[in-house]
């Protein structure tokens, strides 16, 4: 192992071994008890201020200017970085300044966690700072961080941005890119501000199993397991809708989740098979009633992170005021189109995709070929928050018919800056036409649809106790942390997206040899 490290990770092996020597433990068990940030002291004190006398503070070693018998530091803890004053006197009894000349000065390295306590003061240039009178090795870093250095006029360069290794190694990316951190903060945060709206209203967040044994509720490809002890097949949930809606069926009147779900399918900066969405089922309601509360929700999503609605992603500044515009799927594609599909057979529509070159195959039926040229034609050009409503009912097996158009249900999604956050429909409480869509599902599948859904006879048998009417909703939590967060790729916002295996460096070393 040793031939495969650094001269720098060979040095900090060395000095964790001197700092043995010394007697001291580089990794102490004991509690070390903080008692500020650093973002607290440089907010709120004030010269004269008693308050931050005998501050507690710890974090990582991120600079360090050695200066003879005094030397200045600068300490990041999870709420920032501030400069601290260490002087030999201060730390070190008289008769004894090894820890400071031979510890502080040489052993200790940049990335080391240290604690300090002492007192807040400002420099003669004017820098709130941090009087050390001692100082305390908490775990010492056994690599050497990436170094974000600046030119002259401030320009950042050599600075650790290859997306590859960022999204390997978040541990890193967070500490030497503090952004980071404020990227996931903010996505909390909008978990926080949906649970205390949908709380408010009274329903119940709730958790349903995550491998089933028949996967459903979404137009999928699934990943499969085996279970031993039942020696039988298990899918990973592509969606949790079926068991949401059972639960409807149960007696509960709003129910809700905020699932992980699992889609065997393509990777792009705004796919990852391992998803989080929120998914909301009411009793009594329908798409439109549904279709108010996600304008409310998100607006006050947008209101709790940025204190406005107006959020900015990328060149466009995104509105989430209410209302938001809102075409049938029909109108969209006629109004970026130009050309009504509204009466098309099966066999017009794939010639008028042909035509508007949407790739297509013979697999398709009508509710996929209406999907491929929405997407292609209209989706991009879809900035503002606006709703798409009333979809044909080939694309929608789990949505009610609707209550007016023939050929289409009452299904909406949101599109947001040219990407799809939320699917909902006026679910479809009929067992027999249930029965019915399923089994249409099931012939696209024979035609060589991989992601068209499978019969769920337990499912069916729960909507034959009877199933209120009900609205349901799924928004896509990544998606919607990208436009709120303003980040450019769904890895972004995932603390640990999925990678392909990492090579072996020593394996590729050899074999150079």
């Excluded at 030999?88 to 008769?95: L, T, V």
């Excluded at 007192?119 to 056994?142: M, N, P």
Aim: charge should be negative; hydrophobic fraction near 35%.
């Amino acid at each position: 192992m040793q031939n495969h490290l650094s001269e720098q990770e060979i040095v900090r092996r060395n000095n964790l071994q001197s700092m043995r020597d010394l007697g001291i433990d580089p990794y102490p068990a004991a509690t070390f008890e903080v008692n500020a940030s650093s973002q607290e002291i440089k907010q709120n004190f004030k010269e004269g201020d008693t308050t931050y006398r005998e501050i507690s503070i710890a974090g990582r070693l991120m600079g360090r200017r050695i200066m003879g018998k005094a030397s200045f530091a600068e300490l990041q803890d999870s709420e920032g970085r501030i400069q601290l004053y260490v002087s030999r006197d201060d730390i070190c009894p008289p008769e004894n300044t090894e820890f400071y000349n031979k510890v502080f000065k040489k052993l200790l390295d940049l990335g080391d966690f240290i604690g300090v306590k002492g007192y807040a003061f400002y420099t003669q240039v004017g820098e709130c700072s941090i009087h050390v009178t001692e100082l305390t090795v908490l775990s010492k870093s056994l690599r050497p961080l990436p170094v974000v250095k600046k030119d002259e006029d401030g320009n950042v360069y050599d600075a650790f941005t290859d997306p590859e290794q960022r999204y390997r190694q978040r541990y890193v990316d967070m500490v030497v890119n503090p952004e980071v951190r404020e990227t996931f903060r903010q996505r909390t945060q909008m978990y926080r501000s949906m649970r205390e709206y949908l709380d408010v209203k009274g329903y119940l967040e709730v958790e349903t199993p995550i491998l089933q044994p028949i996967y459903g509720g979404a137009a999928a490809r699934p990943f499969k397991t085996h279970h031993n002890t039942l020696d039988m097949t298990l899918y990973m949930r592509i969606a949790n809708e079926l068991y949401l809606k059972r639960l409807i069926v149960g007696g509960y009147d709003g129910v809700y989740e905020f699932s992980k779900d699992f889609r065997n399918e393509g990777m792009s900066r705004f796919h990852n098979p391992e998803f989080t969405q929120i998914e909301l089922y009411v009793a009594y309601k329908d798409y439109e009633w549904m279709m108010n509360l996600v304008e409310e929700m998100v607006e006050k999503v947008a209101l709790d992170i940025h204190g406005t609605t107006e959020v900015q992603v990328g060149d466009n500044i995104i509105n989430f005021q209410r209302p938001w515009k809102r075409y049938t799927m029909y109108e969209a594609i006629e109004h970026f189109t130009g050309i009504d599909i509204s009466e098309m057979s099966e066999e017009d529509l794939f010639k008028t995709a042909k035509e508007l070159h949407v790739p297509v195959d013979e697999s398709m039926g009508k509710g996929k070929l209406i999907d491929e040229i929405f997407g292609e034609k209209c989706e991009h050009l879809l900035i503002q928050p606006t709703f798409i409503t009333d979809y044909p009912i080939e694309m929608s097996p789990l949505a009610k018919k609707h209550r007016s158009k023939p050929g289409l249900v009452e299904r909406f999604e949101a599109v947001c800056n040219a990407k799809e956050i939320c699917n909902s429909f006026t679910e479809l409480n009929d067992p027999i036409d249930q029965r019915e869509r399923f089994e249409s599902q099931l012939e696209l599948g024979k035609r060589g649809d991989d992601e068209a859904m499978v019969l769920d006879e337990d499912f069916l048998r729960s909507l034959e106790y009877g199933m209120p009417p009900t609205a349901g909703l799924g928004i896509g939590m990544d998606r919607l942390a990208m436009i709120m967060t303003n980040s450019d790729s769904i890895q972004d916002v995932l603390f640990f997206p999925q990678m392909k295996p990492e090579k072996n460096a020593a394996t590729e070393e050899t074999s150079e040899e």
